[in-house]
């Protein structure tokens, strides 16, 4: 890192406006001195008579304490204590077993503070002695009573979670309230910086400062409301830094859906009730607490102070993609983001990062967004592009218009379609690729073109980056100095640092003696056709090298009962035919693998990361084998900005599929122009379509129907 970057590894960062939290310090002196008098009291040969009450306090005053910690964890922002226990057991709590464990550190905190009441009302009416008694029949009774009766409940209530024993769970409960008394007070800043005035987001045609940026986070943080959670829908980079840099500020959680669509802030909302929505494009049918981050974006606020949040405060929850199953969240706190981007400026060698800066294809939402995009940029002290372009004229037009040394963070799929360009590359010193395999022979295309380093990550959303590459010139990965990864039966384990516990991946990978290794593809991807076994990315990864296709994919349709499994694969070119794609790939493998059936398609249905998802997968396999009928997938990319909150399938969209099925139902039957078209009613994303088509010497007449309603009618001029 530079010297000149202020903060904890470059010097004196601003002044900082926050004032340290002094409860928990003040609260241990209390405690601290009451047990001195208590035990001094003792030694003393008793209690004296003028302090009677003194023997009272300690029990008390424990009870009391008891009743704060639980009640403590129930704060916004704050993960219940129980559901600190639960996630011992199960690092990835589902939603009902959030509201349960809330719900359940209430009730414990009711629980305490009802003893502490009843120990102080017997006080009047009985002698120390008795009172003595009656006290430590309390202090077991009522936790023995509602940790092993709850135990019972809790077997039936949840049959199908598995339930450690309740010894298991007793030492759970003492590694959680060891964890919490060891934690670290440590405070980070939001961001790091040399100076207020210093840009930090480079907009179409203006510049934000740092100082402008810190002005307008505070500001939208004192106008959010009382929650625990924010969901941060922002399309644009600069709102939604100013978004997370508000609610970290304000204590409270940001949710990253895992997608742009309604459905998936919707699924959050009804399992964080309460949760703040923020988005700058306010959606059709937005809910209650939805709050507009724009005004706030564009104010003239400004701000010289950069303040700091403890390192431990939980500071988004993450969730995965679903391209393997179903959207899981990941929660990280702000010093294990904070770390991060100091492992990723070390991994990339900014020593120096005066005149760099970054730009970004990928949604901040995204883990390989957050850290590359946000946290960088942050801990760094660089700007970054304050939106993502995502085609080749965006990506040039970005770099032509500021002379600073850029990092572009981006995905296979982005890349692929920059080298089918002409664009140029002015000021572009380095890329970083993620989200999918990057191909050897398109990172080598691009370092030959553009003479810039190409580095891969390996990374996930539980884990953030662990190891990097450089695809062009090395096969293996380089793991991260803070990770470590042991190899188990059936995937890895990773541990480090920035890793709250054990993380289980399932990848397969092989272990080089340097300490590096390969990556083999995934556990899930394991199939097995007439007794061999293969990786359904390798096999992909495959297709993706064959010089002419420009993407690809392979997929394990669901088998018929008594059906032998089979591969279907799809894949994207302009002038490879299907037969020559099998016959390349029967060169790259076991002829056992080639794909039956092999599609061409116009494109794949990745999401905004670039990833694919089975249910995407489904729907298209679906679509190529009875193209008269079809389903628009939810995440499909033309649906992107395209009615932004209520979704509607493009008409665009709609009469491709058209011609798709009239050439695959109808052969010798071109269709060269509509010659009219009607569309009568939306069709909604996951809603199945079926298309009837009627045929004469001149022309194809069609229907799209949605259930009984007619969506869409017209005609075709055949070829």
């Keep these: 890192m530079s010297r000149r970057i202020a903060g904890p590894d470059g010097g004196p960062a601003p002044a900082s406006s926050a004032r340290p939290d002094r409860k928990p310090r003040v609260l241990r002196w209390i405690l601290l001195a009451l047990g001195a008098a208590y035990a001094a009291a003792l030694l003393g040969g008793g209690l004296p008579g003028d302090w009677p009450l003194l023997a009272y306090a300690p029990p008390i005053a424990g009870f009391a304490l008891m009743a704060l910690l639980f009640g403590a964890t129930l704060r916004p922002g704050n993960e ?55 006290t430590r029949l309390l202090a077991f009774a009522v936790p023995a009573t509602l940790l092993f009766g709850e135990y019972a409940w809790r077997l039936r209530r949840f049959p199908g979670y598995s339930h450690a024993t309740p010894w298991i769970l007793c030492a759970n409960i003492f590694r959680v309230i060891r964890a919490g008394a060891l934690a670290s007070r ?23 400062t740092v100082g402008q940026f810190l002005g307008q986070a505070y500001s939208l943080a004192e106008a959010l409301p009382e929650a625990g959670h924010v969901i941060n829908m922002c399309n644009g980079r600069h709102a939604f830094l100013v978004a997370f840099g508000a609610a970290l500020l304000r204590g409270q959680v940001s949710l990253m859906p895992s997608g ?11 399992e964080y009730p309460g949760a703040t929505v923020l988005g700058d494009v306010r959606p059709a049918n937005a809910p209650d607490h939805w709050l507009d981050v724009a005004p706030y974006a564009a104010s003239d606020a400004h701000a010289d102070t950069v303040r700091k949040v403890a390192a431990n405060r939980p500071a988004a929850i993450l969730f995965t993609s679903g391209s ?40 901040p939402q995204h883990m390989f967004g957050l850290e590359a995009t946000v946290m960088l940029p942050l801990y760094a002290g660089v700007p970054v592009h304050a939106h993502h372009p995502l085609l080749p004229a965006d ?40 989200t999918m395999s990057l191909p050897a022979p398109a990172a080598r295309a ?3 073109r553009w003479k810039i380093p190409v580095m891969e990550i390996y990374g996930s959303t539980e884990t953030g980056l662990m190891a990097t590459r450089r695809t062009a010139v090395e096969e293996p990965w380089t793991p991260m100095p803070d990770v470590s990864l042991h190899p188990r039966e059936g995937g890895v384990d990773a541990q480090g640092a920035r890793i709250e516990a054990t993380i289980a991946l399932g990848d397969l990978l092989e272990f080089l003696p340097d300490g590096r290794f390969l990556w083999k593809g995934r556990v899930a991807d394991l199939v097995k056709v007439a007794g061999k076994r293969a990786s359904l990315a390798a096999l992909s990864r495959h297709l993706l090298e064959i010089e002419g296709v420009d993407d690809g994919a392979f997929f394990v349709p669901d088998a018929g009962s008594g059906e032998a499994k089979r591969l279907a694969a799809f894949y994207v070119s302009r002038t490879l035919e299907p037969q020559a794609v099998a016959a390349l790939l029967r060169q790259s493998f076991d002829p056992v693998f080639v794909p039956r059936p092999l599609f061409r398609v116009d494109r794949l249905p990745r999401n905004a990361t670039g990833k694919l998802t089975r249910a995407s997968l489904a729907a298209l396999y679906a679509a190529c084998q009875s ?37 695959e139902k109808l052969p010798g039957a071109q269709p060269l122009a509509i010659a009219s078209a009607r569309f009568h009613a939306p069709l909604a994303p996951g809603r199945a379509a079926s298309i009837v088509m009627r045929e004469d010497a001149k022309r194809i007449d069609f229907d799209v129907r949605c259930g009984d309603e007619v969506v869409a009618s017209g005609a075709w001029r055949r070829g």
């Design 324 to 363: 393997t199953g179903e959207s899981v969240g990941h929660a990280k706190t702000w010093g294990q983001l904070w770390h991060g981007a100091r492992v990723w400026a070390d991994a990339l060698g900014w020593r120096d990062a005066t005149r760099l800066a970054v730009l970004g294809s990928v949604p």
């Design 80 to 134: 219940p204590l129980v559901g600190q226990v639960a996630r011992r057991e199960h690092p990835h709590l589902p939603a009902e077993l959030r509201r349960y464990t809330r719900a359940l550190t209430a009730l414990w905190c009711a629980a305490f503070a009802a003893m502490a009441l009843a120990s102080a009302a017997l006080i009047p009416g009985t002698t120390l002695p008795d009172w003595s008694r009656w």
């Design 395 to 434: 990506v040039e037009a970005a770099l032509h218009r500021e002379s600073r040394s850029f990092w572009w963070m981006t995905t296979p799929t982005h890349l692929r379609a920059v080298l089918a360009s002409t664009i140029e590359a002015p000021h572009l010193v380095g890329i970083v690729s993620s």
């Design 627 to 663: 193209p008269e009928r079809f389903t628009i997938a939810p995440d499909h990319p033309a649906l992107d900005g395209h009615f932004p909150g209520r979704p509607v399938v493009p008409a665009a969209l709609i009469l491709a599929r058209v011609a798709h099925a009239i050439r």
């Design 446 to 448: 691009v370092e030959a």
């Design 260 to 270: 742009p669509t309604r459905g998936d802030w919707e699924r959050l909302v009804r």
């Design 186 to 208: 440590e405070e980070l800043p939001l961001l790091q910086c040399r100076s207020p005035h210093d840009a930090f987001l480079l907009d179409h045609d203006h510049t934000v």
